[in-house]
């Protein structure tokens, strides 16, 4: 089977010379690959040539004419940038001409684009963004890490039941653990949302640890981690920027004297086994779960090396059924509550499929300016 990937090339803080490079590199590498690159054409051939890819028969370039920049409102980008590089690359999956989109571009303007042209699935209020954070057993996923500010309790059920999906299909674990993060593991400790998660969660068919802590992300306590959007990102940030610090002291360190030098020669092997567990760069892309089509959304700053990473996520997200897992995964642990109707008589599943100007992503909680 052919997988068929979209990249929105114009994206993120550098735009074809990163993700022109990383498309090269990554279907050179995969030969059931097919990337269409989407975008400027005569920045994409460019790069093209720069890569010696010009003739390469598994790279399609498809012409767009706008760019959604890193720091336009969500609104430009919905309402006035119809031919954008990003919306094209969603219509292609929305078609059914690819399988998956990949994507640095303005996070905001992503989910909020990709929630007007995909829609959500049956029984999914708010999509979240999920992203796999090093710990001490391999991976955590955590979720939702910046798409839903504010969440209720049924939110944050519906975050843990696609994160069961992603996990049981990505790594093929049949009940993956799901913990709530709290301020404590005690079911009394927490705000009354928290609270609230942890009843529906107990009361569900899928596998509840109970409540964890910020630390338990870094051991590995459970597979799936579920928290709203605020605090989720801010827990990746924090992370990043101690990821960040940590590697420029232990630099500064081994830079002190010429003894502390020969020492970093002696350690080097351990230290480039440590940088290669902790890089981010190998961590990057994050799914955009809950939508009728794959997103997957790479870091802005990201290098080629790291998008090409993202790329990869995309590319065993479809292989695994990531999409066919998540729509089963919801009909079979929907509660009958699922079936009522809201307040305005319409069901969950009719509301998030109204086009975006019914459903602003800012009146859902959507982080609507962040470079993540």
Request: proline share 5%; hydrophobic share 40%; charged share 20%.
């Amino acid at each position: 089977m052919t997988v068929k990937i979209t990249i929105d090339c114009m994206g993120g803080d550098h735009g074809p010379s990163v993700t022109v490079p990383a498309a090269v590199n990554f279907v050179r590498s995969h030969p059931d690959a097919h990337l269409m690159l989407v975008g400027i054409e005569q920045a994409i051939r460019a790069q093209l040539k720069k890569s010696k890819a010009v003739d390469e028969p598994r790279l399609t370039v498809v012409p767009a004419t706008e760019v959604v920049a890193m720091d336009d409102p969500v609104e430009v980008a919905l309402r006035k940038k119809k031919d954008s590089s990003m919306r094209v690359a969603l219509n292609l999956v929305k078609e059914g001409e690819a399988q998956t989109c990949i994507s640095a571009g303005n996070t905001g303007a992503l989910m909020a684009v990709s929630r007007y042209v995909l829609k959500t699935l049956a029984g999914i209020e708010r999509p979240a963004i999920a992203f796999a954070m090093p710990s001490q057993k391999g991976y955590t996923t955590v979720l939702d890490l910046g798409a839903n500010v504010d969440c209720e309790p049924e939110h944050l059920l519906q975050f843990a039941e696609m994160g069961h999906a992603l996990v049981s299909a990505i790594e093929g674990c049949e009940r993956p653990t799901i913990g709530l993060l709290n301020i404590g593991e005690e079911v009394i400790k927490g705000n009354e949302t928290i609270k609230r998660a942890g009843e529906l969660l107990r009361a569900s068919t899928l596998n509840f640890y109970g409540n964890v802590e910020g630390n338990d992300i870094y051991k590995g306590t459970t597979d799936v981690v579920v928290c709203d959007g605020f605090v989720g990102n801010v827990a990746l940030k924090t992370s990043e920027g101690l990821a960040k610090m940590l590697a420029d002291i232990i630099k500064e360190e081994f830079s002190h004297s010429l003894s502390s030098k020969l020492m970093a020669l002696v350690a080097m092997p351990v230290l480039k086994r440590f940088k290669w567990r902790v890089d981010p760069a190998q961590y990057n892309g994050a799914a955009l779960l809950g939508l009728r089509g794959l997103v997957i959304k790479s870091h802005g700053s990201a290098e080629a090396f790291g998008f090409e990473w993202a790329i990869k996520r995309g590319y065993d997200a479809v292989k695994n059924g990531v999409l066919e897992c998540l729509v089963r995964a919801m009909e079979e642990n929907a509660p009958p509550a699922r079936d009522a109707s809201n307040a305005d008589g319409t069901s969950p599943a009719a509301a998030a499929d109204q086009p975006a100007s019914q459903n602003p992503p800012d009146a859902s909680g959507t982080a609507l300016h962040t470079k993540a």
